[in-house]
């Protein structure tokens, strides 16, 4: 069974405008953390906002907030104010036992933003 | 503090041939990770290494294997190359911290003809 899925494979936004981009995860650990990332052309993975499974507020991250639903197990991404910069990869990326040990990430398979002007 | 580096940015081999790619961490992070990415398969975990120890290994097979150094810089090396492997291959490190993200290097682009 997938762990991280991202249902939309890609995504077109005007700029100025917010879009948000869905991370839904599968896990039993009741200690995990989400991650998104942005990936541009150049290939680069950087990392944008993390969101604990304890955390009792949604994080923020200037223009990026994650929208986190622990319920639903959803996390999903959203970019204020879209500029063309923006256009890129995005990946929702999952960390379970985040208390401490080995990291081996679970990351979707991306969601592709293009930002029009 | 200066970024994850990896070298080189781009190869181009054939098949049957091998390769190492290499990768210098953020100083002071012990764990280096290495991902492969294809456009079929997406990203996935090849193997993890902290303090000079394999700590964790993807499901790839035994032609791809890893080091890591005392200055915790990593090599990952490919024998036998086939068509398939050819992929962006990006190394990452994390501290040790549970919220600490992982820090990736640009990749090094590997074409297998």
């Given amino acids: ?117 | 503090k200066a970024g994850v580096t990896q070298t080189p940015r781009y190869l181009i081999k054939t098949r049957g041939q091998q390769v190492t790619l290499s990768c210098s961490p953020i100083s002071g992070h012990r764990s280096v990770s290495w991902y492969q990415q294809t456009p079929g398969q997406g990203l996935q975990f090849l193997f993890e290494y902290f303090s000079e120890t394999q700590r964790n290994k993807g499901n790839f097979p035994g032609r791809f294997s890893g080091r890591q150094f005392s200055n915790s810089r990593s090599e990952m090396n490919v024998s036998t190359l086939e068509l398939g492997d050819s992929a962006l291959y990006l190394c990452a490190s994390s501290s040790e911290q549970g919220r600490s993200p992982l820090h990736f290097g640009n990749g090094t682009r590997l074409t297998v003809t």
Wanted: aromatic residues 12%; glycine residues 10%.
């Fill in chain 1, 1 to 117: 069974a997938q762990k991280i899925t991202q249902t939309q494979p890609g995504m077109f936004v005007q700029e100025k405008e917010a879009v948000t981009l869905d991370c839904t995860y599968d896990t039993s650990d009741p200690s995990y953390g989400l991650f998104w990332y942005k990936q541009p052309s150049s290939g680069e993975m950087i990392f944008l906002i993390y969101q604990g499974s304890y955390d009792q507020q949604n994080a923020t991250e200037g223009r990026y907030s994650l929208n986190f639903q622990k319920a639903r197990k959803s996390a999903n991404l959203v970019i204020s104010a879209s500029q063309l910069g923006d256009s890129a990869m995005y990946f929702c990326a999952m960390r379970e036992g985040v208390t401490g040990g080995s990291y081996i990430p679970t990351f979707g398979r991306g969601t592709s933003l293009i930002v029009h002007p």
